[in-house]
């Protein structure tokens, strides 16, 4: 177990150096992008319990009016229009949005280390045998890197909420429970990933 840890914490190693290679804006960009996303629900439920404060004093105490929570209301719709479309960003829209970086970006560079093979190296079976085993693992590396962007995304998300449960809410705090077993599974997928690429690791 120690040992399949280890070579997992490897692979990915990696991979994420190799995603770095492959375009660094790239890897910046969906990391911050998946980070602001996962910190929508916590801003909703602050914009929430603004709201909700100011309407309790209006009812207890009579000050105030309805124009001191519209534009708090109009912010918090626009919240929840950004977490109703960023639900879209799951795993399999990761992949597609990566697929030109990594698949394409490691079949690339395979294909340029193939041109380093002497042509009669090429036609022994072993090689052949080890190229296609190689080849059709290419999308592995999207596959992990897809998960991997899911899984910045809810440990962010976990980690505001688990921030803001301490804060405010005790009913947030006992929620967090279930999302960590969502996250679980998602760090599953990643790391069987790595048990994938294994096989391409130099």
Not at 32 to 41: E, F, K, Y
Not at 170 to 188: E, G, H, R, Y
Request: hydrophobic share 50%; with cysteine; aromatic share 14%.
């Amino acid at each position: 177990m120690e040992g399949e840890l280890k070579r997992n914490f490897h692979v990915f190693c990696w991979c994420m150096k190799l995603a770095w290679d492959m375009s660094k804006k790239a890897l910046i960009g969906w990391i911050t992008v998946c980070s602001l996303v996962a910190l929508l629900p916590m801003l909703s439920l602050l914009w929430q319990k603004d709201i909700i404060s100011t309407i309790s004093e209006y009812l207890l105490t009579g000050t105030g009016s309805f124009a001191d929570v519209t534009g708090a209301i109009l912010v918090l719709g626009a919240i929840l229009v950004l977490i109703g479309l960023s639900n879209r960003i799951n795993t399999e829209f990761m992949f597609l949005a990566v697929y030109d970086y990594y698949y394409i970006g490691l079949s690339e560079r395979f294909m340029d280390l193939i041109q380093k093979i002497e042509w009669k190296d090429l036609n022994r079976k072993e090689i052949q045998d080890e190229y296609r085993y190689v080849r059709y693992r290419f999308g592995e590396l999207t596959n992990l890197m897809a998960n991997t962007f899911t899984a910045i995304t809810q440990i962010v998300s976990i980690t505001s909420m688990v921030l803001l449960a301490l804060t405010y809410s005790t009913v947030i705090f006992i929620s967090i429970p279930f999302a960590l077993l969502k996250a679980q599974n998602v760090m599953k997928k990643t790391l069987a990933y790595c048990s994938y690429l294994f096989i391409i690791v130099p």
